[in-house]
């Protein structure tokens, strides 16, 4: 929790950061509108860049090599997003790779 000046200043962060809560949790019940935001959705189910990858060649999707869609596809469609996945529902699959990275969760 971040530190607060007094009891108003307390709730005002709180309310915040509910509100904060509530738009990831819209954004996560909203439905993909393309393939990369699908991706990106089994990225944040499994938090897995391999178990992601499988998923998507399963649906048969080439990467934009023209190959079999590897981990480190994930991974740059994460890092850098693509214009048909909307930047809150990349701002939530950024946080799980941090959130993996500090928990040291192996890969």
């Known amino acids: 929790m971040k530190p607060y000046a007094n009891l ?6 709180l309310q915040a950061e509910i509100q904060s809560l509530r ?7 909203t439905p993909p509108t393309s393939v990369n935001e699908e991706i ?3 990225y944040i ?11 998507v060649r ?3 999707i ?18 850098n997003g693509a214009d ?3 930047p809150e529902l990349l701002a939530i699959a950024k946080k799980v790779v941090n959130i993996k ?6 890969r």
């Open 8 to 13: 108003p200043e307390l709730i005002e962060m």
């Open 101 to 106: 990275k500090k928990n040291n969760i192996p």
């Open 58 to 60: 399963s649906l048969d």
């Open 23 to 29: 738009d990831t949790v819209a954004t996560l019940q």
């Open 45 to 55: 189910d499994t938090s897995s860049t391999g178990k992601t990858k499988d998923f």
């Open 84 to 86: 048909d996945i909307a």
């Open 40 to 42: 990106i959705f089994k």
């Open 62 to 79: 080439r990467s934009d090599r023209g190959s079999l869609f590897s981990s480190g596809d994930v991974t740059k469609l994460i890092q």
